[in-house]
């Protein structure tokens, strides 16, 4: 179960609060927890009713794979510190016995031992995080550390922080007078929140003089554990539960109040919904990357779910991305349609194959209407554990295939659901290359019910428009001959096969070697400085690089583009690649957003569905030959940013062309010919839809087409390329 929690920013937060002008729980704790990731509190008194206390809105966290830290301190009397004066090896043991006498159930109601049974939980899942402190004076007595930090931090890093009263005990919150000041990452007070959420990391670290902090005891965890059994959040009875108070059969899916109350769907959108219902419920939307298909999709599938709660029927709608980033970016637009999806992958806590299946026997036994919503990535959905459970679903299922080219290989057409209802999203639906996949998931799919290209799309002022920028790049002398002595083995191949698969079969590895090359070629780190040191502002850039290692030198491509923008021209850049944790692509994404990264040095990652409309500008360092790649690239860069005033974006291509034209006779002139005329087909489907290049070509490209030979590709100029007919050549193939 995944619920649908708001912001810190959602809430009017008060300057400070008090005990005897409000309860703290409801006013303060209970809300804060429930609109936050994680829960960082320095406290003093350890006890179950404090460990209770925290577990007030646990269940959000934990479900939301929250986390807490907690640092607190053992109540001990003066007998116990001057024992540890007189012996310091006795401190740890007096200080464990201190903390499991305040482990008593008796004192704690059956919820809230309920609620302690999901805190060990998390202690179980990794989740929670116990450090005890105790303070040291000059004269070697230990005290009470019985400062007090909190900081609650939302899926959007914001945090609220303060400092002061109330202790996490029954006392603190309740039976005192206690006020405490409240402090906002995003106000005039950041600057206190700032300090307060520092120095509890210094205090976690152990990195405060005369404060000792130390791992949670193993005997305390094990008393944890026996006095309240971890309890997995996600059992049928909880999930019960949740459904009855939210009533979901009485409530029906809502458009968010931003799309509702405000321009709504636009006429496409809402023309692609009703071919979609018209066609019975299967289809595909083959719509240019940030024309919204994920919310033209969503409000499909809310007005499906809407006549099925009439109905009093149950609905499943199982959404497939074909990365964790898209899963996160799936929930949070489920969420604004009140929608309360799971997520399903390796990067959530592992206890999602029990949630999934409790919501799958849920709708199988319940006899309530629910509507329910599963995201799971291509990869988990082809493993057993994922296949076993959702085959045992007996009821009525939508099955959305985000990004549907991506689910075309044989396993994972194999793994397909048999769904009464289907809708693929793609902005390249045919597979490149692989005729028969795309056949497939076609035949799986249905037809196409709405196609909007890009041109449209700015049109319609769905994205912003756009300048391209092609950019001509020299090889040096060793990388020349390099690429001669390819080309010329790669034409003895060509002159001696059949067919071109026969080709490509024989000279695969020459070919990949001969991109290799290219992508790698020196003097892109040169033009590279050449276009950032050219710009007014450099900031909101997304930088692509090419993967592996320069043939000849074995230098990184990715390491050279961060010591050039790092070191020598001091731009805030970061890489973002496929080990770069979930995590850490939501801050460095946030970042970017914010300013406070000028560019991201992207490798194999940024390219589909990633929503940064603050992104102004694309750099490409290095392609493949696929055209959906380069299509979502530009993609990433022509969101609209109307808070942020984003007008036009800009494209810069780096392309490899040879300086020296083999003779018509020479046998390695028609595949360089192949080579640039894949080259040049890319770059002129880019330049098509751009403000640029509307009557013409760049200009950098007209002296190609004529060395080359290539002017037969300018008739598709402006005119949509069928990219599967192409075969990755543009009518270079075709002379």
């Known amino acids: 179960m995944k619920l649908n929690p708001p912001k810190l920013r959602d809430f009017e937060w008060k300057v400070g609060y008090s005990s005897d002008q409000c309860d703290l729980i409801s006013a303060f704790y209970e809300p804060a927890m429930i609109a936050s990731k994680r829960y960082d509190r320095a406290v003093g008194y350890f006890s179950s009713s404090a460990l209770a206390l925290i577990s007030k809105g646990i269940q959000n966290l934990y479900l939301q794979n929250g986390k807490i830290r907690l640092i607190a301190s053992p109540a001990m009397t003066l007998k116990d510190r001057e024992a540890i004066r007189q012996g310091y090896s006795q401190r740890d043991r007096i200080v464990e016995m201190r903390l499991l006498e305040y482990l008593d159930p008796n004192r704690l109601s059956q919820d809230e031992r309920h609620r302690l049974q999901l805190l060990t939980g998390m ?116 999930r019960a539960k949740y459904n009855k108070t939210l009533k979901r059969s009485e409530k029906l899916i809502a458009l968010p109040n931003w799309l509702d109350e405000g321009l709504g769907l636009r006429n496409y959108q809402k023309n692609a919904v009703n071919a979609w219902l018209e066609g019975n419920g299967r289809g595909i939307y083959a719509m240019a990357t940030g024309t919204g298909k994920t919310i033209t999709a969503l409000a499909a599938a809310a007005q499906l779910s809407n006549a099925y709660i009439k109905r009093k029927q149950s609905l499943l709608i199982l959404t497939i ?124 799919f249905g037809k196409i019910k709405c196609k909007i290209n890009l041109r449209q799309a700015i049109e319609q002022k769905a994205l912003v428009p756009y300048v391209y920028e092609p950019i001509l790049v020299p090889m040096n002398d060793e990388e020349i001959r390099a690429y001669r002595e390819l080309s010329a083995k790669i034409a003895a191949v060509l002159a001696s096969s059949a067919d071109y698969d026969h080709f490509i079969l024989r000279a695969g590895k020459l070919l990949r070697d001969r991109t290799r090359l290219l992508g790698h070629v020196q003097a892109k780190m040169t033009k590279l400085e050449s276009i950032i040191t050219n710009l007014l502002n450099p900031s909101h850039s997304l930088i692509y690089v090419a993967e592996d290692t320069h043939p000849l030198y074995q230098t990184r491509q990715m390491n050279l583009v961060i010591d050039l923008l790092g070191n020598k021209l001091g731009l805030k850049v970061n890489t973002y690649t496929s080990e770069t944790s979930t995590d850490e692509r939501i801050i460095f994404q946030r970042m970017l957003r914010e300013g406070n990264l000028d560019a991201l040095v992207a490798m194999r990652c940024l390219d589909e569905g990633i929503d940064i409309p603050e992104a102004k500008r694309g750099i490409v360092l290095a392609s493949t030959q696929n055209p959906r790649q380069f299509i979502q690239r530009r993609g990433r860069i022509l969101r609209r940013d109307d808070k942020g005033g984003k007008t036009h974006a800009e494209l810069f291509d780096l392309l490899v062309v040879p300086s020296d034209v083999p003779s018509r006779e020479d046998p390695a002139f028609l595949s360089e010919r192949r080579l640039v005329g894949r080259e040049v087909t890319r770059a002129l489907e880019l330049a098509s839809a751009a403000n640029n290049c509307k009557m013409a070509p760049p200009d950098a490209l007209v002296d190609v087409l004529r060395r080359y030979e290539l002017f037969d590709l300018i008739a598709d100029y402006l005119e949509p390329i069928d990219w599967d007919d192409q075969r990755g050549g543009g009518n270079a193939y075709r002379g």
């Open 123 to 238: 202690i179980a899942d990794g989740l929670l995080d116990v450090r005890i402190a105790v303070k040291e004076d000059e004269d070697g007595y230990i005290n009470l550390y019985h400062e007090k930090i909190g900081v609650f931090v939302d899926k959007t890093d914001d945090y609220i922080t303060f400092i002061g009263s109330p202790n996490e005990s029954w006392n603190g919150w309740v039976g005192n007078a206690e006020s405490f000041a409240l402090h906002k990452s995003w106000d005039f007070s950041s600057e206190n929140a700032i300090w307060e959420r520092t120095l509890f990391e210094s205090t976690w670290e152990g990195q405060r003089e005369r404060v000792a902090v130390r791992d949670f005891p193993n005997a305390l965890r094990k008393a944890l554990f026996d006095l309240f059994p971890p309890k997995d959040p996600s059992s049928l009875e909880d």
């Open 321 to 444: 991305v074909p990365s964790k980033d898209l899963v996160k970016q799936w929930y949070d637009n489920a969420s604004q349609f009140h929608l309360c999806p799971i997520c399903c992958h390796s990067g959530v806590s592992h206890y999602w194959p029990k949630e999934l299946q409790a919501v799958l026997d849920g709708l199988n036994y319940s006899d309530e209407a629910a509507i329910e919503m599963i995201i799971a990535t291509a990869g988990t959905m082809v493993t057993s554990r994922f296949q076993n459970a959702i085959n045992s679903y007996k009821g009525t299922m939508l099955l959305i295939g985000d990004e549907m080219h991506s689910l075309g290989t044989r396993r994972r057409i194999d793994s397909l659901p048999n769904a009464k209802y289907r809708l693929g999203l793609s902005a390249t639906p045919k597979r490149h290359g692989d005729e028969e996949g795309t056949e497939e998931l076609i035949e799986y």
